[in-house]
């Protein structure tokens, strides 16, 4: 009923579109892989041109939320679709948008049940979108489960190594996520008396106890902490990561366990600000765990995406400790590396699944030498690989330099722990780049291909976003102050 | 007016990117273009460094061109050019060896498979490196630092079907990485403290209210460990001569003259910052000194002729360390200037024999008739009579200023330690030179004429061995000149410093000293390897200890291997996923089972004998009663 005749409703339109694109596939016939395939190109590309859209649109003077859309839907509970984005929002929808696209194009070559495996990927986004734009606690729950859901069945089917129990565990893990999320929203909820879901009617300072406060924001964090992959829950996401064909490893480690950190962001520190100073220094304490752990363990994998996997979980303590930081630039830091971050893994899973589609080993001990058969696509696991080692100019460098910067003023060991684990997380990278592209050309692949242009396309359009936000990252900081500084602001000291 | 400095710098400083990223994506398939648009790219640096350098060389007053390129919170990072005549200096050095250099590797490089590849390197490292020298922050600065360690990582790793050579681009990069965590570290200290990191506001002297003294110390300390890591000095100077595994052209450019010597422009862009803490400033000169003592060591020894040339960069850049940390802001960076020039010219010598003989080894290359390459033989015996500081080459005079500082230090060891490596530098030089003048045996005139390990021909176009040869005698020039300029860049570069300069005794007995020692190196080289029937084998080598010492490196690469080994990949590296096997998953596995085994429990309670279902609703009822009723 608040959706104003002016102003057209820009969020609803992305999720009618992955809608659209769901029905479309659902009403072609089975075996007409390339329609099929192009119809998904389409609408994912749509849902990406409306992001775009949305990032250009979007008034950074003004910030707060904006395209806001409000329809009641069930009056008596007080659950309301109300959709709206800021600053936080905002760089997770154009990272899902183009994680979502380029995962689409990534899976071009799929013959195995092609319209099932869209159909559930389309399932699987239009959760993830609507959970970044909602903002009533029962949608968000709602769009949390509908993204979770066909996880299972996308890795169980269309996986490898150890696919079932992969999917098990993942699904296991979320699950038990989700019944921590689902009493704190209860409990918040019935604790402020409102009879509402609505986040912003529910952010009021003084609605919740200190106490209450501490007691939801703890569920929240172990809730979707442990789909941000926090130490000591991530032992899902590198099985998951593992077991997951390229494009829902993609979506997965690029935008999925964005979404866990998101939560965090949006729930805890949003409803709870005293629990996200109380807790502020566990948070800390385990993402610099994760982020030094994180890439000791990387270093004794022998599978390539297993690598990937760890350094997951190293990338995402960094979002943990610039959260914890308490600060503007640690959220901005925070915000700006889930992007980052998404867009690389993004990258190292598209361009390690072209490579495994061509070779069907993931052994590190069985590549190596591929630079020479396929420079190219080579080529882009080096860049995926230094954009994690956070080489300068490239987007992650200045996630981490600002969480660094924010996280040596509060906890200065901490930090120089963060830090003295990017010479670790080099030498595994490296080690990686080592043992799969370079040495003497390896006569058992010498007679593959290397990518065309048109398989390359997603990869391209990864690398060119990691060097545009490398080279100008005031784009995505701007944006993000938007939303940090006001919420810094109105925290209670 | 400023308009055109900037947009000279501008050009200077973009060119060499655009090449970079027009040859990556657009013209890999065409390797001349590739080669001819670096060249010009470089080339159109060096023209604007040379304007900014005519423009700006007398005006006392930096020039400082900023825009933020990102805010975050309190933080911001400008972008921008510094222009002072120490970045001005250097900015000339960096771009002509760049532009020298690469036009030999046209000649170098002909007919290699990745010469786009290549020649995008080379433009990146080139933009990379102009960057950081004109860099007005710490923070842009060390932006271009990591940079110019990618491009290293690169280069070192070009042929990289060699794995020599990507184990060497790799541990360039992980060494060079261990210095640069403290050097971020101690940028973070210094912003948490200054907020500032402006290189101008940080040589001021009001800095030092801003600190507590020790922490000053710790966070120029820090600073300094990237520039250990950078400059390869002790300990983590082993990546340098494995960093040879390159092609030559890149040694020149990269692991001698410019990227290596960044360290020590860092400490000179740094200079009066450095001299707030004299702790950490007697610990610079104690590191200085322990490098270059110790690659000189390790350059006795060593029959590879670019291990040589790699040892006595070390050294020379320890030296340079030494004239800083000893107080003279000017010997430092006039040996960085008179290095970069006879050690380019020593490496791109080197190559012309590595690549006509195909072979590194300097016996090897004597026998094969190595005198008959006569310009880069003389070339190169020219610049080794700079490097080892004989009069009245460049090398001499800035090796003079960096005598002259460490006299006026209290203690004498540290001028003993200088004069010591200045007859071990001319020993160890001399040796090489003399085993190609005077070989033991000259084999039969078949030069060979063979392809060679990557495929190019060697009956090579006149063409090629002429752009080999134009840079060799170009970049003997200032080796033969520089010398001369000594006053000139004094005042040139003391306009630039904020600080005074402290004014160095003359003492008349010093070069004569310094010079005699470097004579002796050079006797004695010649009675062990130059005359007829020299023994050809040096007084360290006689020794199986000292011989093993030196060339085991003093045992510091065992150290990091068994570092990394031991420690890393079998200590904490398998503690960590081990720990995620068997401890956390295998406590979640654990739940899981307990949860099936669970699930079976309660199950058989409703599922066997009628006597047990009953048992059960009976105590379901009992509970059911004690709750309702109490």
């Given at each position: ?7 057209f ?11 659209g ?8 016939p089975?075996?007409?892989?390339q329609?099929?395939?192009?119809v ?60 979502f696209f ?22 699987l ?12 606690l029962?949608f ?10 066909p ?6 089917i ?6 079932e ?16 999320i689902l009493?704190g ?12 879901f ?24 172990i ?18 990561h593992?077991?997951a064909p ?24 949003f409803?709870?600000?005293l629990g ?5 220094p ?5 993402a ?8 000791f ?17 190293s990338?995402?303590?960094?979002v ?16 700006f ?9 993004a990258?190292?899973?598209s361009?390690?699944?072209y490579?495994?589609d ?21 080529g882009?696991l ?6 994690g080692?956070g ?18 003023r ?21 080690r990686?780049l ?6 003497p ?5 010498a ?17 060119a ?21 006001p ?7 | ?14 060119a ?18 590739c080669?001819?648009?670096s060249?010009a ?9 040379l ?14 061109y900023?825009?933020?390129?990102m ?6 990072v ?28 046209l ?39 990591e ?16 794995y020599s ?9 992980v ?17 948490a403290?200054?907020g500032?990191l ?5 040589n001021?002297?009001?800095?030092a ?10 966070a ?12 390869a ?11 040879m ?7 020149a ?11 020590v ?37 060593t029959r ?7 040892y ?15 107080g003279?802001y000017?010997?430092?960076?006039f ?10 010219l ?10 006509h ?11 094969a ?8 033989l ?17 090398g001499?005079f ?6 002259a ?7 004498p060891?540290?001028l003993g ?7 071990l ?19 039969a ?18 063409w090629?061995?002429?752009?080999m040869?134009?840079?060799l ?8 000149g520089l ?15 904020t600080?005074?300069?402290?004014v160095?005794p ?13 004579l ?6 010649w ?6 029937r020299?023994?050809r ?40 996923a ?8 295998g406590?979640?596995?654990g739940?899981?089972?307990?949860t099936?085994?669970s699930?079976?429990a ?5 599922r ?23």
């Amino acid at each position: 009923m608040h959706i104003s005749p002016t102003a057209f409703p820009w969020l609803s339109s992305i999720l009618f579109c992955c809608l659209g694109g769901l029905i479309t596939i659902l009403l072609l016939p089975g075996r007409r892989h390339q329609e099929i395939k192009w119809v998904s190109a389409f609408f994912s590309g749509l849902t990406l041109v409306l992001t775009l859209n949305l990032f250009l649109l979007y008034d950074q003077r003004v910030g707060g939320l904006q395209f806001v859309e409000r329809v009641s839907w069930i009056p008596s509970l007080g659950i309301t679709y109300f959709n709206g984005i800021d600053g936080f929002s905002l760089p997770m929808l154009l990272l899902s948008g183009i994680v979502f696209f380029t995962a689409v194009l990534t899976m071009w070559e799929l013959e195995h049940r092609v319209k099932e495996f869209f159909a559930l990927l389309f399932l699987l986004v239009t959760g993830v979108f609507g959970l970044f734009m909602s903002l009533d606690l029962f949608f968000i729950f709602v769009w949390y489960d509908v993204s979770l859901f066909p996880m299972y069945l996308l890795i169980a089917i269309w996986g490898s190594t150890r696919k079932e129990y992969g999917a098990m565990k993942l699904t296991l893990y979320l699950l038990a996520g989700s019944a921590l999320i689902l009493p704190g929203i209860v409990y918040l909820v019935v604790q402020s008396g409102l009879q509402t879901f609505d986040l912003t009617a529910l952010m009021r300072a003084d609605l919740f106890s200190p106490f209450e406060q501490k007691l939801g924001f703890f569920l929240f964090y172990i809730g979707f902490g442990i789909l941000a992959g926090v130490w000591p829950f991530h032992t899902w996401s590198p099985v998951g990561h593992v077991a997951a064909p390229t494009a829902v490893s993609m979506v997965h480690a690029g935008v999925l366990m964005k979404i866990g950190a998101f939560g965090i962001l949006r729930l805890g520190i949003f409803l709870c600000p005293l629990g996200w100073l109380y807790w502020a220094p566990l948070m800390a304490l385990l993402a610099t765990i994760g982020i030094v752990y994180g890439v000791f363990a990387g270093l004794r994998q022998t599978d390539i995406k297993y690598v990937i996997g760890y350094s997951s979980v190293s990338h995402m303590g960094i979002v943990g400790l610039g959260l914890a930081t308490v600060s503007v630039e640690g959220l901005n830091g925070a915000v700006f590396q889930m992007f980052a971050h998404g867009i690389m893994t993004a990258l190292f899973f598209s361009a390690v699944g072209y490579i495994y589609d061509r070779t069907h080993t993931k052994a590190l001990d069985e590549l190596g030498g591929l630079s020479h058969t396929m420079p190219v696509a080579s080529g882009y696991l080096v860049i995926a690989a230094l954009t994690g080692i956070g080489v300068p100019c490239l987007a992650s460098f200045w996630a981490e330099l600002t969480v660094f910067i924010a996280s040596f003023r509060v906890y200065p060991l901490y930090a120089t722990l963060a830090v003295a684990a990017l010479v670790v997380s080099a030498l595994f990278m490296l080690r990686v780049l080592q043992r799969t592209c370079y040495g003497p050309p390896n006569e058992r692949l010498a007679h593959l291909g290397d990518v065309s242009l048109g398989l390359g396309l997603p990869r391209m359009i990864l690398v060119a976003v990691i060097l545009l936000f490398g080279l100008f990252p005031a784009l995505m900081f701007e944006l993000i102050q938007t939303a940090s500084i006001p919420l810094l602001n109105g925290l209670p000291r | 007016m400023m308009d055109i400095s900037l947009a000279a710098a501008l050009t200077g400083l973009l060119a060499p990117l655009l090449a970079f990223a027009l040859i990556m994506v657009l013209l890999r398939g065409r390797p001349h273009l590739c080669a001819g648009l670096s060249i010009a790219a470089v080339g159109l640096s060096l023209g604007s460094a040379l304007l900014l350098l005519a423009r700006h060389g007398a005006s006392p007053n930096p020039l400082e061109y900023s825009v933020q390129w990102m805010v975050s919170g309190d933080l911001a990072v400008g972008a921008g050019v510094f222009l002072d005549p120490l970045s001005l200096l250097m900015m000339v050095v960096v771009a002509l060896i760049c532009l020298l250099v690469q036009i030999y590797s046209l000649g170098y490089m002909a007919g290699d498979p990745g010469l786009a590849r290549y020649y995008g390197f080379m433009s990146l490292f080139a933009w990379a490196m102009l960057s950081l020298t004109l860099a007005p922050n710490l923070l842009q600065l060390y932006v271009f630092w990591e940079l110019v360690g990618l491009s290293s990582y690169l280069l070192i790793g070009f042929w990289f079907e060699k794995y020599s050579a990507t184990q060497a681009g790799k541990k360039a990069f992980v060494m060079t990485r261990l210095g640069d965590v403290a050097f971020l570290l101690g940028i973070l200290l210094v912003l948490a403290h200054l907020g500032n990191l402006g290189i101008r506001e940080m040589n001021t002297a009001a800095v030092a209210a801003a600190f507590e003294p020790s922490t000053l110390t710790v966070a120029i300390l820090l600073i300094f460990g990237g520039i250990v890591g950078k400059s390869a000095q002790f300990p983590l100077l082993t990546w340098l001569p494995d960093a040879m595994e390159g092609p030559t052209p890149v040694s020149a450019l990269l692991h001698s003259a410019t990227m290596v010597a960044a360290g020590v422009y860092l400490f000179a862009r740094l200079y009066p910052f450095f001299s707030l803490s004299p702790t950490a400033m007697a610990v610079c000169l104690a590191v200085g000194t322990i490098s270059m003592l110790l690659a000189a060591t390790m350059a006795m020894v060593t029959r590879d002729i670019k291990q040589v040339w790699a040892y006595s960069t070390i050294s020379q850049l320890g030296f340079m360390l030494m004239g800083l940390a000893s107080g003279s802001y000017f010997a430092g960076v006039f040996h960085l200037t008179t290095h970069a020039g006879f050690k380019a010219l020593l490496f791109l010598c080197a190559g012309v024999f590595i690549h006509h003989f195909e072979t590194n080894d300097m016996v090897a290359i004597g026998r094969a008739g190595g005198r008959r390459q006569l310009i880069p033989l003389v070339c190169m015996t020219l610049a080794a009579a700079a490097l080892a500081g004989l009069p009245p080459l460049s090398g001499f005079f800035s090796k003079e200023a960096v005598m002259a500082a460490l006299a006026a230090q209290p203690n004498p060891i540290w001028l003993g330690a200088g004069l010591l490596g200045a007859f071990l530098t001319a020993y160890y030089a001399f040796r090489l030179i003399f085993l190609i003048w005077f070989p033991d045996r000259v084999s039969a005139e078949t030069a060979p004429e063979n392809t060679d390990a990557h495929g190019h021909a060697h009956a090579q176009p006149r063409w090629q061995v002429l752009v080999m040869l134009v840079p060799l005698v170009v970049l003997a020039l200032p080796t033969l000149g520089l010398g001369g300029l000594q006053t000139h860049l004094m005042s040139f570069l003391a306009a630039g410093l904020t600080g005074p300069e402290p004014v160095l005794p003359h003492l008349p007995w010093l070069p004569l000293t310094a010079s005699g020692c470097a004579l002796a190196g050079l006797i004695l080289a010649w009675f062990e390897f130059g005359r007829r029937r020299a023994p050809r084998i040096g007084f360290a080598e006689r020794s199986a200890f000292w011989r093993s010492l030196f060339a085991e490196r003093w045992y510091i690469d065992r150290f990091y291997r068994a570092l990394v080994d031991r420690v890393i990949d079998r200590g904490l590296a398998r503690l960590c996923a081990g720990g995620d096997r068997h401890v956390i998953d295998g406590a979640v596995d654990g739940l899981g089972r307990g949860t099936v085994a669970s699930g079976k429990a309660v199950s058989g309670l409703h599922r066997i004998m009628i006597q047990h279902r009953l048992g059960t609703m009976f105590a379901v009822i009992i509970f059911l009663a004690l709750y309702f009723f109490i």
